[in-house]
């Protein structure tokens, strides 16, 4: 069965501290990975995406095919990075898989 | 820059009633999402449609149905609410496997 799994519910770092945030996924074939992220009262939208290798905010993710994870880092944790995040794998065939999610609190 | 709208922000509604939830989106894209969000559940998909007329049942279809009769618009309907299903109903359309959210309509059923 296809999933995806976020160990932490909440995950509280210091202002300046390293993020990690943690993704693995059980997914046939080779899916595309996604992290999305929800600001307050903002809607939901997209972080970044593993195919594009690109850095968003800071924050950067590896895809490790042979641990099956997508984890989620910044150096540097600003306040204005608490938020709730979300990964989702997808195969394109329109049915994304998203994890329960983690809520990021950057502590001051 | 795209625009998902949802119609309501916040909708009250009593057990049994039919619960209409609409959504718009201006860029022409052919596949549109319905979603609920819960505290510890993440999102789930409820119905997706990757064209006019045509529609796919999501992981929790229970107790909803769709509507796609025009390409911008993807309605939700709740034939008859239940209290499980209070949530936050999130509508999303996409263009090369990127989704767009909607705002989002909080439905609480009493």
């Known amino acids: 069965a296809q999933r995806v799994t976020q160990p932490e519910k909440l995950l509280s770092v210091f202002k300046g501290a390293p993020v990690e945030l943690k993704c693995n996924y059980s997914y046939s074939g080779s899916p595309e990975l996604f992290w999305y992220v929800q600001y307050s009262r903002q809607r939901l939208q997209l972080l970044l995406r593993h195919i594009s290798r690109e850095s968003i905010k800071g924050f950067t993710a590896d895809l490790n095919k042979g641990e099956t994870s997508f984890h989620l880092k910044k150096p540097f944790a600003q306040e204005e990075d608490s938020a709730m995040y979300y990964c989702a794998p997808t195969s394109g065939t329109y049915k994304y898989i998203f994890g329960t999610g983690t809520r990021l609190k950057v502590l001051a | 820059d795209v625009k998902v709208t949802q119609s309501s922000r916040y909708l009250v509604k009593r057990t049994g009633e039919k619960v209409f939830l609409e959504c718009v989106q201006d860029m022409d894209h052919e596949n549109m999402f319905w979603y609920r969000q819960d505290p510890g559940l993440g999102l789930r998909l409820i119905y997706f449609?990757?064209?006019?007329?045509?529609?796919e049942k999501g992981d929790i279809p229970e107790g909803y149905s769709v509507s796609r009769e025009k390409k911008e618009r993807f309605s939700l309907i709740l034939e008859s609410a239940s209290t499980n299903q209070t949530s936050m109903y999130l509508c999303?359309?996409?263009?090369?496997?990127?989704?767009?959210f909607g705002s989002g309509t909080q439905l609480s059923v009493l």
């Open positions: 999303a359309s996409s263009l090369y496997e990127k989704l767009f």
């Open positions: 449609s990757y064209d006019v007329k045509m529609k």
